[in-house]
């Protein structure tokens, strides 16, 4: 992705170095709480992993490797395209586009949504309208995930800002007030219909980022690659050998690939809806 020397956020909040105690929530993949089911499944004590991700700030600043300077430059710069791109889209739907902070943390943090671990991954919290990130998760997303490439942490960023425009637009709140009123099965269903909704909403900026010249050659598959590796299914095979179809909440590799897919040939925010899909 061509990125060096472009404009960037002006809505970061760095708050690396400084620590937060509670209980964890899912984010892209939701690994983190999967992990911590199979632990306590196994007879383990979830307080031992819960106390990992409690921390103090320190008072001192942090102090920034050089690949994290540069990383924190990088989803900046991606924050600031996601940002133009739907100001402009949101205007010509005749809607004025909010645009969310990104928090940068090391560790654990504290949102509106409670406190979360590194191990979750990046997440969006729809009560405060930031993205969380701890810049770690982009050496997860190559070695563990085995998905390199600014362009797939590109997508990870793109499909968090999706959940930000689904908040603008009372989607997530729709979705979030079936919670006692269908099965379990029945929300999960439209958790993966809104987990799906993200990911094309990240093939719309990535679009017009295609528009605006930004993608180099195998940046498409960068993105592709990464989608496909926090499928429901293939997380779950990783972590346990099997996969539950009835317990997906954010859809299966297949998925996310092809829904990722439709946004970035369609560019528009209207242009495919997985909550008006059949057989989902």
């Not at 560790?107 to 990046?122: K, L, M, N, R, T």
């Not at 930031?130 to 590109?154: C, N, R, T, V, W």
């Amino acid at each position: 992705m061509r990125w060096q020397g472009r404009r960037r956020s002006s809505n970061v909040e760095d708050r690396r170095g400084m620590g937060s105690k509670g209980l964890i929530g899912g984010g892209i993949g939701g690994v983190g709480l999967i992990f911590v089911l199979l632990f306590t499944l196994l007879g383990g004590n979830p307080e031992e992993l819960l106390g990992g991700i409690s921390g103090t700030d320190s008072g001192t600043p942090y102090e920034e490797t050089d690949q994290e300077r540069e990383l924190s430059e990088f989803v900046s710069v991606v924050l600031a395209d996601t940002e133009e791109v739907w100001t402009e889209i949101f205007l010509k739907e005749g809607l004025e586009y909010e645009k969310p902070a990104l928090v940068l943390y090391s560790g654990s943090v504290q949102s509106a949504c409670g406190a979360a671990g590194s191990s979750v991954g990046p997440f969006y919290c729809p009560g405060d309208q930031k993205l969380y990130i701890d810049l770690s998760f982009y050496q997860e997303l190559q070695h563990q995930f085995q998905a390199p490439g600014d362009f797939a942490m590109a997508y990870v960023i793109a499909h968090e800002v999706g959940h930000h425009v689904q908040t603008l637009l009372g989607t997530s709140q729709r979705v979030a007030a079936l919670r006692n009123k269908v099965s379990q099965e029945e929300y999960n269903r439209q958790s993966v219909k809104l987990e799906l909704q993200a990911d094309y909403y990240a093939g719309v900026w990535a679009h017009h980022a295609q528009g605006m010249n930004l993608l180099e050659e195998g940046d498409l598959e960068e993105a592709l690659t990464a989608a496909s590796a926090v499928g429901d299914d293939t997380i779950q095979k990783k972590a346990q050998g099997y996969a539950v179809p009835e317990s997906f909440t954010h859809g299966t590799s297949e998925q996310r690939k092809s829904w990722f897919y439709k946004g970035f040939k369609s560019g528009s925010l209207k242009g495919s809806d997985p909550f008006k899909a059949s057989g989902l």
